[in-house]
């Protein structure tokens, strides 16, 4: 069992509140992402579940008991930190036998645990190793393995791959969401990284300087942002925005339209417009084009063997379907 | 260095310094080996006849060399001990938030800044004397019979007073490597469901380990020396109860003006401090490599 429920959860250092009161509801089994820039307060939130910073006001519920001022040992959360945070001199079978050992289990019972992890982890060979000698995904591993061993009844994860390189954290990210499917525990897992959360997620909940702009599926999200921010935030490329006179066409102060969801035409369409610098992908191309009248240049994605060139000429037209609108205050209309 | 020619170069550059070094430290050390070898009393200008082993063999066997060797071993143990332990625990308490950290850590540091022969002084007159010190005045206020510091347990006094000096030392290096412990690993510990002890214990402690070991190997060093504080305060005695290596040979060489005896010690505790210095090296080189 594995379910969390935050109630007016504040955080103040200080003087400065860095969470303002907050609810969240993160059910059994659930597989929640806390994305938001860096400084948003998504790791506080995830200390204060954990219990390893005290909360200003509120109340932390977990499986329907309070868990407010209960130490983190005996929440029975596991943590896996950015760092890592191995013990240095302990061997990798030390390192994922220390809860056990800590909760007294006897020395037969250690070995069972860490050896099925070990499995589990594909660790078996490098369990007399110390973490010195493990590469970035190996200690990545062995974290993961400190943490399944104790069979919290939820994980949480502090961006545990922004010290990996891009394949690995591509690998990773599936063996996360793999371990995820087959234990059916409750993780919370912070990033700063949308394609992570949209990747790993069953819900998303986007924070943003302490406060939370939107909670959803990956789709919702991606479908419905409730604001520009959530639009701006999630997606890869960038949403673009367009103010003043066009958006006005549309009864709105800005309008949103996914990189995805422009035509790109040599013939006509509704915005003219210059080819700027574009990106080969292989698969697709990303082009930045510069349209008569607008103030920034526009991200449009096409197909990867179009034969566009910088300056050239193109018109763009929008999916009127896809189109998003907001009004002044950066709410979806 | 990359070039052969350049390498070459180098060595030409820093040899005058290197000779003069080697010139520095060699000259007294082969003098003193000379000495020990010769009968060699300032007392008795009977020539300086060649006598082999024989001051080794009369240094040895001189029952104040075997009080000695044992003083110099309670004197180095007990000082380690108390700075280590000591150290341990006030760098705890260091690397606390605290009102006036600064200041606080800068005073911790002071001892160390005092000149033995002062600091000394300052504990023989002023706090353990009998009459006039602090600790007596105390025990007489309070009714108590005073303790002649230097009179009753005089190698325990010396080993406090020493431990005073150089506990900022242990203090410091220990405090420095206990900072540089990631905080990650003791909240991770501390939701693995460690308690305070499991984390001094299996955490901080091994962290700890290697500037524990880099602070004894440091001290013992500098600790096989120890002399103004005997001086100052004992003269070595009473009887030869603090009678440490270096104020045996002081006073075979400077009381009895034996030179050959004397050089004999010295060489006893040149021995004796190489064989500590090696390991230091190997730790230091060690620690320099990973």
């Known amino acids: 069992m594995g379910q969390i429920t935050l109630n007016k959860v504040r955080k103040c250092f200080g003087e400065v509140e860095v969470i303002p009161p907050l609810d969240l509801e993160?059910?059994?089994?659930?597989?929640?992402?806390?994305?938001?820039?860096?400084?948003?307060?998504?790791?506080?939130?995830?200390r204060l579940i954990a219990g390893l910073e005290d909360v200003s006001d509120g109340e932390i519920r977990i499986d329907g008991a309070e868990a407010t001022d209960v130490p983190p040992a005996k929440r029975?959360?596991?943590?896996?930190?950015?760092?890592?945070?191995?013990?240095?001199?302990?061997?990798?079978?030390?390192?994922?036998?220390?809860?056990?050992?800590?909760?007294g289990l006897d020395k037969a019972a250690q070995d069972?645990?860490?050896?099925?992890?070990?499995?589990?982890?594909?660790?078996?060979?490098?369990?007399?190793?110390?973490?010195?000698?493990?590469?970035?995904?190996?200690?990545?591993?062995?974290?993961?393995?400190?943490?399944?061993?104790?069979?919290?009844?939820?994980?949480?994860?502090?961006?545990?791959?922004?010290?990996?390189d891009a394949a690995l954290r591509v690998g990773m990210r599936l063996e996360i969401s793999e371990l995820h499917k087959r234990l059916a525990t409750t993780m919370i897992y912070v990033t700063h990284d949308q394609v992570e959360a949209m990747t790993m997620a069953d819900k998303i909940v986007v924070l943003r300087a302490g406060n939370i702009e939107q909670v959803g599926s990956p789709l919702e999200l991606y479908r419905n942002p409730r604001n520009l921010f959530v639009a701006g935030f999630i997606g890869s490329p960038k949403m673009n925005f367009v103010n003043g006179q066009e958006a006005a066409k549309h009864?709105?102060?800005?309008?949103?339209?996914?990189?995805?969801?422009?035509?790109?035409?040599?013939?006509?369409?509704?915005?003219?417009?210059?080819?700027?610098?574009?990106?080969?992908?292989?698969?697709?191309?990303?082009?930045?084009?510069?349209c008569e009248g607008f103030a920034d240049p526009l991200t449009v994605r096409a197909g990867g063997e179009v034969d566009l060139h910088y300056g050239d000429k193109v018109f763009l037209t929008p999916d009127a379907a896809h189109l998003h609108r907001f009004d002044k205050e950066g709410l979806r209309l | 260095m990359a070039t052969k020619a350049s390498r070459t170069a180098a060595r030409m550059m820093i040899s005058p310094s290197v000779i003069l070094l080697l010139g520095w430290m060699i000259i007294p050390l082969s003098m003193t080996i000379y000495f020990s070898f010769l009968r060699y009393n300032l007392i008795t200008p009977t020539g300086n006849p060649f006598v082999g082993w024989e001051n080794y063999y009369w240094f040895v066997t001189d029952p104040s060399f075997k009080a000695a060797m044992i003083n110099t071993l309670l004197l180095v143990g007990g000082i380690l001990l108390i700075t280590v332990i000591g150290g341990i625990l006030l760098s705890l308490l260091l690397d606390r938030p605290m009102f006036g950290q600064g200041v606080i850590r800068i005073?911790?540091?002071?001892?160390?800044?005092?000149?033995?022969?002062?600091?000394?002084?300052?504990?023989?007159?002023?706090?353990?004397?009998?009459?006039?010190?602090?600790?007596?005045?105390?025990?007489?206020?309070?009714?108590f019979e005073p303790v002649d510091f230097f009179g009753q347990i005089p190698l325990l006094s010396i080993i406090f007073i020493a431990s005073w000096q150089w506990l900022p030392f242990a203090t410091l290096i220990l405090f420095t490597a206990m900072q540089s412990l990631d905080q990650e690993q003791l909240e991770a510990a501390e939701m693995d469901g460690a308690s305070w002890s499991s984390r001094f214990w299996f955490i901080?402690?091994?962290?700890?380990?290697?500037?524990?070991?880099?602070?004894?190997?440091?001290?013992?060093?500098?600790?096989?020396?120890?002399?103004?504080?005997?001086?100052v305060t004992t003269n070595g005695g009473p009887g030869t109860a603090t009678t440490n290596l270096t104020y045996l040979i002081y006073v075979s060489s400077l009381l009895q003006f034996d030179v050959g005896m004397g050089s004999a010690g010295g060489v006893i505790a040149i021995i004796l401090a190489n064989i500590v210095a090696i390991f230091l090296m190997r730790m230091i080189g060690k620690n320099l490599d990973a």
Request: with cysteine.
């Open chain 2, 204 to 231: 901080i402690l091994p962290h700890l380990a290697r500037a524990i070991t880099v602070v004894i190997l440091i001290e013992t060093i500098f600790l096989l020396s120890v002399f103004a504080e005997i001086l």
């Open chain 1, 112 to 164: 069972k645990k860490v050896e099925e992890a070990a499995r589990v982890l594909n660790l078996t060979d490098y369990l007399e190793r110390k973490p010195g000698q493990l590469s970035g995904g190996q200690r990545q591993r062995v974290a993961i393995g400190r943490a399944i061993v104790r069979e919290p009844a939820a994980f949480l994860f502090d961006e545990p791959l922004s010290n990996l």
């Open chain 1, 76 to 103: 029975g959360l596991a943590m896996v930190f950015q760092s890592y945070a191995l013990y240095p001199h302990m061997s990798v079978r030390k390192n994922i036998a220390f809860p056990l050992r800590m909760a």
């Open chain 2, 107 to 143: 005073m911790v540091i002071a001892p160390f800044f005092v000149m033995p022969t002062v600091s000394a002084l300052v504990w023989k007159n002023m706090f353990m004397n009998p009459v006039n010190g602090i600790f007596g005045q105390m025990a007489t206020g309070m009714g």
């Open chain 1, 251 to 290: 009864d709105a102060h800005t309008i949103g339209i996914r990189p995805e969801h422009t035509q790109v035409s040599t013939e006509g369409g509704d915005w003219p417009g210059v080819v700027g610098v574009s990106e080969h992908l292989g698969s697709d191309t990303f082009f930045h084009v510069t």
């Open chain 1, 26 to 46: 993160i059910n059994d089994g659930e597989f929640v992402v806390f994305v938001g820039p860096s400084g948003c307060g998504k790791s506080t939130l995830l």
